[in-house]
């Protein structure tokens, strides 16, 4: 239920074998606030009734016991409807959230839907093993700010031998971004390129990534079960856990050159 | 600009000593398009004007060059204008953004406001360095679903000793909030407890946490300078890097028994 078994290509110290791998569960799961949508939340579902209750405190909406009067969950499609005294409702509270998937049906298809606009990539691109391990070298000898404070997310476009732009923040989403808006400012094309990236590939990093229509992203941490399906969608190859001398291929392992 | 010296409480095999940290900053940023307020990103707060515009062609509002018409920059007050072509506006792409500082004024007061409800805390807590590593050696050993994908964040409410609720998800604000509606749904008192956490103490976990009235998080990972802050204001404890026989005391080290 939290997680799954998929297949992938382990290369560990210059031998290649496809065999299975676990990999995290990522679901977009609907919140809604006396039958008014209030917000989407990107989760590992499970203990969904706790997430849902606890999302509500931490935004100021629950404090008391007696203010909970219902809540109802649909595990499979993702939909939770939490009944709070009083008419309570985010715009009482001043908040907005972001939620884009109004009208859209089921929100697990939020993401592929927030993914529907992006052009599957093709590209010529090809990477060797040792390519792949130097810029994952090359990303963490550059993080200069993870070093000092233990806080930073490194994200780096490279060509195949090199970083070209290199930027650490304290999330990991607006490391991506520096990045995409690096890239438009200066009008670089991706499509022969590399994202080299020191966090987790969630389902918002993959679908960056493709929006950016770069064929590959290098990670030094793990991906998702959703960022690896959007993934196989969108024309991405996904390499995770690239450390030391072994990486895993999750996706279009035929850019890389054994 | 990127990171920040405070002055902690450095523990380790059984040492104490007061030393300057580097601790990576944290800041608010508010970005308007077109004149209307869009969103609040939480960032490091450098590189803003690639932030902004690779935020906006991450969200599919900006794509051609052309499309860009303007930016302006206010980095002491963490404001960003952006001009788009053609009238654009979030509203346009159907989309609704978390963003609470709407006639706050200077939308660094953004957490600050946020925080501005919830009660300081004061309890009669205190920890030994041993019960610290002890239940930081406890999250890590609980923590199954990180072992088996690399790709989960741990959170545990726990009394001194032992861990009561444990939850692990793809999103540390997620484990969090889980710990949250657990205690919600049992009505637990948490002025007593202590939240051992996995994941960095940004300003959002620290307001959960100081929200949830819990006094003390003890993290394996890195605080930001912003998280420090508020802890100071909401009184709350901050240890982190939790680690073997080590750990750094950011604000409360009064409630330490060494």
């Given at each position: 239920m939290n997680s799954r078994e998929i297949e992938v290509l382990k290369f560990e110290d210059g031998r290649c074998n496809r065999m299975n791998d676990v990999v995290i569960r990522e679901a977009a799961v609907t919140l809604f606030l006396n039958d008014e949508e209030l917000a989407t939340l990107v989760c590992t579902p499970q203990n969904l009734k706790e997430l849902a209750v606890g999302f509500l405190c931490a935004e100021g909406i629950l404090s008391k016991p007696e203010q909970l009067t219902g809540i109802k969950i649909n595990e499979e499609d993702g939909l939770i409807w939490?009944?709070?005294?009083?008419?309570?409702?985010?715009?009482?509270?001043?908040?907005?959230?972001?939620?884009?998937?109004?009208?859209?049906g089921r929100p697990s298809f939020y993401f592929v839907n927030d993914a529907s606009g992006i052009e599957k990539i093709t590209s010529e691109l090809t990477l060797t093993?040792?390519?792949?391990?130097?810029?994952?070298?090359?990303?963490?000898?550059?993080?200069?700010?993870?070093?000092?404070?233990g806080g930073a997310h490194a994200a780096a476009l490279c060509s195949g031998e090199e970083v070209i732009y290199f930027y650490e923040d304290v999330g990991r989403h607006n490391a991506v971004d520096k990045?995409?808006?690096?890239?438009?400012?200066?009008?670089?094309?991706?499509?022969?390129k590399v994202m080299a990236f020191s966090g987790r590939v969630s389902a918002e990093i993959l679908i960056k990534v493709a929006r950016m229509q770069i064929p590959a992203i290098i990670s030094r941490s793990a991906p998702t079960d959703l960022a690896v399906e959007l993934a196989g969608q969108l024309g991405v190859t996904v390499v995770s856990f690239a450390r030391g001398n072994r990486f895993n291929v999750y996706t279009y392992p035929e850019r890389i050159k054994f």
């Open positions: 939490v009944e709070v005294a009083g008419n309570a409702s985010g715009a009482t509270f001043g908040k907005r959230y972001i939620t884009t998937c109004c009208g859209r093993p040792r390519q792949i391990l130097n810029l994952s070298d090359q990303l963490e000898g550059g993080s200069k700010l993870f070093r000092a404070t990045i995409f808006g690096r890239c438009f400012l200066d009008n670089v094309p991706r499509n022969d």
